[in-house]
C-alpha cells in the first residue's frame, strides 16, 4: 500500500488513477477467499482502505470517514464482501450437488434451520439476503439469473450505505458547513479538474484539515460558541464560512481573487457556489484565500 502510494505521490498520479490502483493491486489481496471468510469482523479491512484514502489526500486521522467517503464517492470494503458472497452462493446453487461444497451447504443450511447459530457463513448470507428485502429467494433457493441477483444485491447496500451516510452528515456537530456545500454523494468533480496539489489542498479545507479557530478550538476544548475569528475583531464564529466570505481583514484579499459577486451581501448560497462550484477558476480563486491564511 505504502509503495503504491509513494509510486502516485512520484509521478504525480491523479486522485483517480491511485484509487483505482488500490482496487486493482491492494483490494484483491485484502479481499482473497473473501467469498467464504467475509462473515467474521472485517472492520480491519475497512481502516487499511480508509487509511490510504486519507494518505493519499493528506487528511488527518480524525477526519470523519463520512467526509473521505463523500468526497471520493467511495463505499466500504464490506459491501464487497457481501456481493461477494452471495455471487459464491448462486453459483453454488447452481453447481454440481454432488460436489463437496454444495454438501456441505446442505448440512450447514439444514443445521442453521434447526437452530445451530454456530454457523455463521449460512447465517451471513441468509442475514444479507433479508437485509436487501429478497428473504423469498433464501428460502426458495431460486436463482435464475446469478448476474441480476448481484447487481441488485450491490445496489441496495450502497443505497443503504448512501442513507446511513445521510444520516451521519445531518448527525454531525463538525459537518455544519460540510454539508452546505455537500449535497450529494459522489466523486467530487475538483479532483478532475485540478492538479493534484491543488486538489488535495481543496479537500483539506473542505474537509476540516485546516488551522481556522473553529478547528483549532477544538483542540483547546474551546466552547464551539466561542471559537472567534482571530483576524478581525467582529466576535464572529471562525469558521470556514466567515473566512472566505465575510471577515473584514480579509477583504483586499477577496477583492484581488474573487468575482465581484461573491463581494456583494455574502450569504449560504453564494458559498455553497464557491464550494461546490465545478468552474476551475472559482476554486482556484478559494484556495487562494486558504493558502493566504493557512
Ligand atoms: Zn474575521
Not at 62 to 70: E, R, W
Not at 111 to 120: A, M, V
Amino acid at each position: 500500500m505504502y509503495e503504491v502510494l509513494k509510486m502516485g505521490r512520484l509521478y504525480k498520479l491523479s486522485v483517480k488513477i491511485q484509487l483505482d490502483l488500490f482496487d486493482k493491486m491492494i483490494k484483491p489481496i485484502l479481499l482473497y477467499g473473501c467469498e467464504v471468510w467475509g462473515f467474521g469482523k472485517n472492520e480491519v479491512l475497512e481502516r487499511v482502505h480508509l487509511k490510504f484514502c486519507k494518505i493519499l489526500l493528506n487528511l488527518k486521522s480524525s477526519t470523519p470517514n463520512y467526509m473521505v467517503y463523500g468526497e471520493l464517492g467511495r463505499y466500504p470494503i464490506d459491501i464487497d464482501i457481501k456481493v461477494r458472497t452471495i455471487s459464491y452462493w448462486a453459483r453454488l446453487l447452481s453447481g454440481k450437488q454432488a460436489k463437496f461444497s454444495n454438501v456441505f451447504y446442505r448440512l450447514s443450511r439444514n443445521l442453521n434451520e434447526n437452530g445451530d447459530t454456530n454457523l455463521n457463513w449460512v447465517y451471513f448470507i441468509r442475514t444479507i439476503l433479508n437485509e436487501c428485502g429478497f428473504t423469498y429467494i433464501w428460502e426458495t433457493e431460486n436463482v435464475n439469473n446469478k448476474e441480476w441477483l448481484k447487481c441488485v444485491v450491490k445496489q441496495r447496500l450502497i443505497d443503504q450505505f448512501v442513507q446511513n451516510w445521510q444520516t451521519s452528515l445531518s448527525d454531525s456537530s463538525k459537518a455544519l458547513n460540510y454539508r452546505i456545500f455537500k449535497t450529494k454523494f459522489e466523486f467530487e468533480e475538483y479532483f478532475n479538474i485540478l492538479n493534484i496539489g491543488d486538489a488535495i489542498r481543496l479537500c483539506r479545507f473542505r474537509t476540516t484539515n485546516h488551522y481556522l479557530p473553529i478547528e483549532t478550538g477544538r483542540w483547546r476544548n474551546i466552547d464551539r460558541e466561542n471559537r472567534y475569528c482571530n483576524l478581525c475583531n467582529c466576535q464572529k464564529l471562525g469558521d470556514e464560512y466567515h473566512y472566505v466570505l465575510e471577515c473584514s481583514s480579509l477583504n483586499d484579499k477577496r477583492k484581488q481573487l474573487l468575482p465581484k459577486y461573491f463581494m456583494k451581501r455574502h450569504n449560504v448560497v453564494k458559498f455553497f457556489e464557491l464550494l461546490s462550484t465545478k468552474k476551475t477558476i472559482a476554486v482556484t480563486k478559494i484556495m487562494y484565500i486558504y493558502q493566504t491564511y493557512q
